[in-house]
């Protein structure tokens, strides 16, 4: 199959989600890392940790359809 003009349209999307979800995971990673230093313990909140999982899955969700898609040009 040839990139039709939807194709490229959807990919586009999903590398603005990818970069949004991954810029955010970086935050938490970087908040991770100065909790274990000045607390001992990383991702200290609930939240940041259901964030974390949700952030996760988007991105591998991101990541699968990307590949399809790929994997589905000629």
């Known amino acids: 199959m040839k990139a039709t003009e939807s194709i490229i349209a959807e990919f586009i999307g999903l590398h603005e989600r990818y970069k949004k979800a991954d810029g955010?995971?970086?935050?938490?990673?970087?908040?991770?890392?100065?909790?274990?230093?000045?607390?001992?313990?990383?991702?200290v909140t609930e939240k940041s940790k259901q964030e974390f999982t949700a952030l996760k899955k988007e991105i591998e969700s991101v990541l699968s359809r990307m590949k399809e898609i790929c994997s589905s040009l000629d």
Not at 26 to 38: C, N, S, T, W
């Open 24 to 43: 955010r995971m970086l935050i938490l990673q970087d908040l991770a890392v100065e909790g274990m230093r000045k607390i001992g313990v990383g991702c």
